[in-house]
């Protein structure tokens, strides 16, 4: 069973910076894509980006331009660049990855807390 390990949030002023870390335990090529969730408290798991096996990367729109999702399949690592923080991206952040189009997100990491003072 592949274990997906978050790491790299706190708290950071608004307008500052953080880099989110999820390590697979296996080959992230086995996936066919991974992505960053959020959830604040009281609401909803909220997609935030996601890439392909191939490298195709999609946002919410409430953070393009602000925040870069990438891969290093050499340290099975998927990354989570944020900046230009606000308080609203404060949230945990979840790392989740999917075998198939066809599937849901059915791998997840344990979250990371982000929070962001105004």
């Known amino acids: 069973q592949v274990q997906l390990v978050e790491s790299g949030g706190g708290l950071v002023q608004a307008g500052g910076s953080l880099r989110l870390s999820c390590a697979s335990s296996?080959?992230?090529?086995?996936?066919?894509?991974m992505g960053w969730f959020r959830q604040a408290p009281g609401k909803q798991r909220d997609l935030v980006a996601t890439?392909?096996?191939?490298?195709?990367?999609n946002y919410a729109d409430s953070v393009k331009g602000r925040f870069t999702i990438s891969r290093d399949n050499t340290k099975n690592t998927v990354y989570l660049q944020m900046n230009s923080l606000k308080p609203e991206d404060t949230a945990v952040y979840y790392c989740g990855a999917r075998t198939s189009s066809y599937r849901p997100y059915d791998y997840w990491g344990q979250g990371t807390q982000v929070t962001v003072s105004s």
């Open positions: 296996g080959s992230i090529f086995s996936f066919y894509a």
């Open positions: 890439i392909t096996s191939s490298g195709n990367a």
